[in-house]
T-cell receptor, first 110, second 114 residues
């Protein structure tokens, strides 16, 4: 992912709308990806994962899309709710450990 | 089911002081990790323990030491704290190390070094 310095990119979404959060990963050899949600003052919480042999995976209200051609990952949240407000970041694995992106702050507007 | 428990939640140190961050997991996981999180940056791996009895350096190990006390516990020690170590520290665990293994995180320790 790209470094964004001290300030995270912010996505503001109206309550009830769909959210799309994007992530560019760095290594074409990465074969497993996870999206995490981090609320203020808390640790990262697993949302959904996807392996490189898949293009799409759906969970409850969330969908992850993987485009290996351009090394891009996206998280779609349907019918965004106030409780979805948090920082979301992706993680890729190649080798034995994870590499984490800096994250995107999702702000849900009433 | 507590998952991953970290103590303390907050700590303020003076430059040169030492302290140990504690971490315990109750999921019978083999692998444990220490990360630091700085504003606007992704989590960075300090040290990890793939299994009980082993520890290895991560991306940013300088100034830290770790101990895998047993399968449940993995501690992180700052021998002589520096302002550059002001950060939020997260402990994590996974069933085993490697591809396809989810990391489960504790709630973090916010450390300030003055």
């Amino acid at each position: 992912g790209e470094s964004v310095g001290l300030h995270l990119p912010t996505l503001s979404v109206q309550e009830g709308d769909n959210s799309i959060i994007n992530c560019a990963y760095s290594n074409s050899a990465s074969d497993y990806f996870i999206w995490y949600k981090q609320e203020s003052g808390k640790g990262p919480q697993f949302i959904i994962d996807i392996r490189s042999n898949m293009d799409k995976r759906q969970g409850q209200r969330v969908t992850v899309l993987l485009n290996k051609t351009v090394k891009h990952l996206s998280l779609q949240i349907a019918a965004t709710q106030p409780g979805d407000s948090a920082v979301y970041f992706c993680a890729e694995t190649y080798g034995q450990n994870f590499v984490f992106g800096p994250g995107t702050r999702l702000s849900v507007l009433p | 089911n507590a998952g991953v428990t970290q103590t303390p939640k907050f700590q303020v140190l003076k430059t040169g002081q030492s302290m140990t961050l504690q971490c315990a997991q109750d999921m019978n996981h083999n692998s444990m990790y220490w990360y630091r999180q700085d504003p606007g940056m992704g989590l960075r791996l300090i040290y990890y323990s793939a299994s009980e009895g082993t520890t290895d350096k991560g991306e940013v190990p300088n100034g830290y030491n770790v101990s895998r006390l047993n399968k449940r516990e993995f501690s992180l020690r700052l021998e002589s704290a520096a302002p550059s170590q002001t950060s939020v520290y997260f402990c994590a665990s996974s069933a085993r190390q490697g591809r396809g293994e989810k990391l489960f995180f504790g709630s973090g320790t916010q450390l300030s070094v003055l």
